[in-house]
């Protein structure tokens, strides 16, 4: 009997320290902060014409390094919310890589998600849709325009105009433990914007199509 209660109490032992190191399951009310490091792909972007001078000059949306912050909520086991805050530079070159125009544009991101396998210990991807804004700021004219030599001298300028992007997202965590967590994110972002030159007592709008392909990789914190 005493061999009996033994085994049984090694048993138990060994089954909580399994539940103890095992990743824990998702559940409401949790709460996971994940931090990102990636890059910025802006091939879908559409190309920019503009009339330099006299003459018409075309650019397109360089990629960059990104980073971004987010918060997820868990309200069911399956489906979450999540809140994010990225950045990243967004320039506009030539094919000699001149710059007509560059920026920094952040991106609050509210974006719902759902989670097929809420309780794998290796990994647990998801998917998301949403909504973001372009914001663009520090918009400065570029040495397409600063470089120019006009007599009598003129002044330069650029702005972007912000703008809702549609988001879609694809994901997942790989659990280390119970609180700490790698992950893995890609997401696809796209917004109608418009460009603003000021050349000397000229000024041009036209319209810029902003395709951005997000990929990221960071590490998370569950609560």
Known sequence: MRQHSKALATAMAVIAGVAMTSPAMAAPGDILIKIRGGYALRTGSSAVTVDVGDAPVTTRARGAVSGEASLTFFMTRH?????????????LEDSKGRSLVSAGVITPTAMLQYH????????????????????????????ILTDRHVFPPISYSASLKGALAPVAQIGADIPIDDQFYINLDAKYLGANTKLTLEQGSD?????????????????????
């Open 203 to 223: 000024s041009q709008t036209v319209s810029h199509r902003m395709r951005s392909i997000v990929l990221g990789a960071g590490v998370g914190f569950r609560f």
């Open 116 to 143: 097929p396998m809420p309780d794998s210990k290796t990994l647990r991807p998801y998917v998301g849709i949403g909504l973001s804004y372009a914001n663009f700021y520090s918009e400065k004219a570029g040495e």
């Open 79 to 91: 489906l979450a919310a999540e809140l994010t805050l990225g950045g990243a530079p967004y320039d």
